[in-house]
């Protein structure tokens, strides 16, 4: 099993940046695909971005395309998103999640790892 652990989110104004890492632990990293959620208040669990094994392929939300850059490093057990030119939109609770079958689905379900969540928040 791997254990998730988000860090980074805060408050920040709309056209800011900010860099979510996620640290993984328990088990080898390269054996997890791995990627981003979002949720916001009264809303349900969206796929923000996902990258595969290896960190050759990358999938990406039509909101935050041109946005937001997923990368990991295997050697360092992490994960991380690269969020720009951030909106009020992107408010929400951003969770971290890793299987190791599924890379790339944007169904929650698919997904056996979740992290604990880091709270980001655009104001405008």
């Known amino acids: 099993q791997v254990q998730l652990v988000e860090s980074g989110g805060g408050l920040v104004q709309a056209g800011a940046s900010l860099r979510l890492s996620c640290a993984a632990s328990?088990?080898?990293?390269?054996?997890?695909?791995t990627g981003w959620f979002r949720q916001a208040p009264g809303k349900e669990r969206e796929s923000v971005a996902a990258?595969?094994?290896?960190?050759?392929?990358?999938y990406y939300a039509d909101s935050v395309k041109g946005r937001f850059t997923i990368s990991r490093d295997n050697a360092k057990n992490a994960v991380y998103l690269q969020m720009n030119s951030l909106k009020p939109e992107d408010t929400a609770v951003y969770y971290c999640?890793?299987?190791?079958?599924?890379?790339?689905?944007?169904?929650?379900?698919?997904?056996?790892?979740w992290g604990q969540g880091t709270q980001v928040t655009v104001s405008s």
């Open positions: 999640v890793a299987d190791r079958a599924t890379w790339g689905s944007t169904v929650p379900d698919d997904y056996d790892y």
């Open positions: 990258i595969s094994w290896s960190g050759r392929n990358t």
């Open positions: 328990g088990d080898i990293f390269s054996r997890y695909a």
